[in-house]
T-cell receptor
Framework: EDQVTQSPEALRLQEGESSSLNCSYTVSGLRGLFWYRQDPGKGPEFLFTLYSAGEEKEKERLKATLTKKESFLHITAPKPEDSATYLC????????????FGAGTRLAVHP | EADIYQTPRYLVIGTGKKITLECSQTMGHDKMYWYQQDPGMELHLIHYSYGVNSTEKGDLSSESTVSRIRTEHFPLTLESARPSHTSQYLC????????????FGPGTRLTVL
């Protein structure tokens, strides 16, 4: 069964303190791994799609990496506006191209 | 940048009422989805559509129904709302291809009293 586990559940950082969020997954035939940012009361905002092990993508202070079993979202020198819940999702080859979401990591960056 | 809209953003209603949550997208995407999300929990797919006149149920059992008469419009209806339907409902859309990035609307927070 396809599954996504994100850790930690919550993370508190000081402004400028770099860290990484983890997304572990099991899926039949990975088609894509997705990272989203979700602010309270809003819909998820798309960040990255990764397709194969070894791939990396960057956007401002965020960098996403992918291995065969997990993905990391590295946050470099975070700012308070980076505070949000970060969601990871995978899409496998079975079924109807559905996304399986993790529960997310709640990130709080304090000045 | 995604252009997908949901109305209303917030809805508080009494038990037994019929409600329709609206979702529209202006990107011409073939595929549309409805997810349900409780606070601090995963998103769960409740309905999806591959195109006009195509609708399917997702993984999470739901008493809601959907329709897809126009490409850009994917409304969700609850015939008789109950407190157990209280949740956040998120609509998404994507281009029909093997790996499709889904773009989400802002969501509707439904509270049934």
């Amino acid at each position: 069964e396809d599954q996504v586990t994100q850790s930690p559940e919550a993370l508190r950082l000081q402004e400028g303190e770099s860290s990484s969020l983890n997304c572990s997954y099991t899926v039949s035939g990975l088609r894509g791994l997705f990272w989203y940012r979700q602010d309270p009361g809003k819909g998820p905002e798309f960040l990255f799609t990764l397709y194969s092990a070894g791939e990396e993508k960057e956007k401002e202070r965020l960098k996403a990496t992918l291995t065969k079993k997990e993905s990391f979202l590295h946050i470099t020198a975070p700012k308070p506006e980076d505070s949000a819940t970060y969601l990871c999702a995978v899409q496998g080859s079975g079924g109807y191209n559905k996304l399986i979401f993790g529960a997310g990591t709640r990130l709080a960056v304090h000045p | 940048e995604a252009d997908i809209y949901q109305t209303p953003r917030y809805l508080v209603i009494g038990t037994g009422k019929k409600i329709t949550l609206e979702c529209s997208q202006t990107m011409g995407h073939d595929k549309m989805y409805w997810y349900q999300q409780d606070p601090g929990m995963e998103l769960h797919l409740i309905h999806y559509s591959y195109g006009v006149n195509s609708t399917e149920k997702g993984d999470l059992s739901s008493e809601s129904t959907v329709s897809r008469i126009r490409t850009e419009h994917f409304p969700l209806t609850l015939e008789s709302a109950r407190p157990s339907h209280t949740s956040q409902y998120l609509c998404a859309s994507s281009i029909r291809q093997s790996t499709d990035t889904q773009y989400f609307g802002p969501g509707t927070r439904l509270t049934v009293l």
